[in-house]
T-cell receptor, first 111, second 114 residues
């Protein structure tokens, strides 16, 4: 059974810092890995999608990497801003388009 | 291009009642999945529909059911509501290219059972 773990569960940093969020998964038989952002009480906003054959994807200040063989992904956020405060979720897609989610990292950027 | 639309946004129901939630996917998307989000369990997969057929089902009791219409809109039904069904229910849609495509989520329906 696929299990996805995110570390740390919560992170608080001052504005302007670069930071890394971690995601690990137990079964490497995945189609892809997706990073999402969730604001309180809201739905999920897709940030980056990495196919299983890819090593990394970039979008603006965000960079996500994938090491499928070791079951790990990282989300790097450069020059963090207060607006980046949210919960970040990673999820892997396995058979029949099912997403398996981690518990999320609650990120707070302090002005 | 409109995103994934879920209605209603908020619902309050009494134990024992039933409820129907609706999800309209992005235009052209035919795969719709449903997820339940609670503080204790996180996000859990309920089921996935493609072209009106349920292709995959999560580990939820039979009180949870769904369907998809020919226009790809999907409904989820929960019968005999329990307090533990209180949650944020999210739906996601994907394009025709299947599991290698990005999943897009709606804003969710917040269900409160009292």
């Amino acid at each position: 059974k696929q299990e996805v773990t995110q570390i740390p569960a919560a992170l608080s940093v001052p504005e302007g810092e670069n930071l890394v969020l971690n995601c690990s998964f137990t079964d490497s038989a995945i189609y892809n890995l997706q990073w999402f952002r969730q604001d309180p009480g809201k739905g999920l906003t897709s940030l980056l999608l990495i196919q299983s054959s890819q090593r990394e994807q970039t979008s603006g200040r965000l960079n996500a990497s994938l090491d499928k063989s070791s079951g790990r992904s990282t989300l790097y956020i450069a020059a963090s801003q207060p607006g980046d405060s949210a919960t970040y979720l990673c999820a892997v897609t396995e058979g029949a388009q099912k997403l398996v989610f981690g518990q999320g990292t609650r990120l707070t950027i302090n002005p | 291009k409109a995103g994934v639309t879920q209605t209603p946004r908020y619902l309050i129901k009494t134990r024992g009642q039933q409820v129907t939630l609706s999800c309209s996917p992005i235009s052209g998307h035919r795969s719709v999945s449903w997820y339940q989000q609670t503080p204790g369990q996180g996000l859990q997969f309920l089921f996935e529909y493609f072209s009106e057929t349920q292709r995959n089902k999560g580990n939820f009791p039979g009180r949870f059911s769904g369907r998809q219409f020919s226009n790809s809109r999907s409904e989820m039904n929960v019968s005999t509501l329990e307090l533990g069904d209180s949650a944020l229910y999210l739906c996601a849609s994907r394009g025709l290219q299947g599991p290698n495509t990005e999943a897009f989520f709606g804003q969710g329906t917040r269900l409160t059972v009292v």
